[in-house]
């Protein structure tokens, strides 16, 4: 790999621990529903844990509630079971048409608590920057010691990587801090 290759690398490898925050943020939940939050919910189908939204359509009919609608009718009852055990605190009422999830209006101590995994993911999400940034680094050393690239050319890819890392930061933490207001908003 040559050098601009291991910069290149570098950053899309930043630019995935980006995007894997940002859909981590997208499964927590707000006080408005969203059909993230049930990403993390599988469902015994057929013997195989299937994605909720594999075996059924999932619709926002009011702005805190969510529509689960079967594909099979006779899946109701496994994923109500499904939902219970998910950990999102929200119990799914059955009616005519599907399975309703009716979020509930955040009390402020749920919203600090979700405030503080925001802090924590983006936390997170810096480490991974830092880690890509030190693997990029090693990789430039490593073109140094085999002689394909000089002392100068070293610094100054060390330098361009360091500025792709603050660059990472700096949007890991502001997008933190839209989350974050996103949650607080009443």
Same mark, same amino acid.
């Given at each position: 790999?040559?050098?601009?290759?291991?910069?290149?690398?570098?950053?899309?490898?930043?630019?995935?621990?980006?995007?894997?925050?940002?859909?981590?943020?997208?499964?927590? =939940?707000?006080? %408005?529903?969203?059909?993230?939050?049930?990403?993390?919910?599988?469902?015994?189908?057929?013997?195989?844990?299937?994605?909720?939204?594999?075996?059924?359509?999932?619709?926002?009919?009011?702005?805190?509630?969510?529509?689960?609608?079967?594909?099979?009718?006779?899946? /109701?009852?496994?994923?109500?079971?499904?939902?219970?055990?998910?950990?999102?605190?929200?119990?799914?009422?059955?009616?005519?048409?599907?399975? =309703?999830?009716?979020?509930?209006?955040?009390?402020?101590? =749920?919203?600090?608590?979700?405030?503080?995994?925001?802090?924590? %993911?983006?936390?997170?999400?810096?480490?991974?920057?830092?880690?890509?940034?030190?693997?990029?680094?090693?990789?430039?050393?490593?073109?140094?010691?085999?002689?394909?690239?000089?002392?100068?050319?070293?610094?100054?890819?060390? /330098?361009?990587?360091?500025?792709?890392?603050?660059?990472?930061?700096?949007?890991?933490?502001?997008?933190?801090?839209?989350?974050?207001?996103?949650?607080?908003?009443?």
């Amino acid at each position: 790999m040559t050098a601009q290759e291991i910069v290149k690398d570098s950053e899309h490898k930043m630019e995935g621990a980006i995007e894997a925050m940002v859909h981590d943020f997208s499964t927590y =939940r707000t006080g %408005r529903a969203s059909p993230a939050v049930l990403e993390r919910v599988h469902v015994e189908y057929y013997g195989t844990e299937t994605p909720l939204n594999q075996i059924a359509n999932v619709s926002i009919p009011e702005p805190r509630q969510l529509l689960i609608q079967p594909y099979e009718k006779n899946m /109701t009852p496994v994923i109500e079971k499904a939902i219970l055990k998910s950990d999102l605190g929200i119990n799914p009422i059955t009616d005519g048409s599907g399975i =309703r999830l009716t979020f509930p209006a955040m009390t402020e101590e =749920r919203r600090r608590d979700m405030v503080k995994q925001v802090h924590t %993911r983006v936390e997170q999400a810096c480490v991974a920057l830092r880690n890509v940034r030190k693997h990029g680094n090693d990789h430039l050393k490593a073109a140094k010691d085999a002689k394909t690239i000089t002392e100068d050319e070293l610094k100054h890819l060390e /330098t361009d990587v360091q500025k792709l890392t603050d660059k990472f930061v700096a949007r890991a933490h502001e997008l933190g801090k839209k989350k974050e207001a996103e949650l607080m908003e009443v």
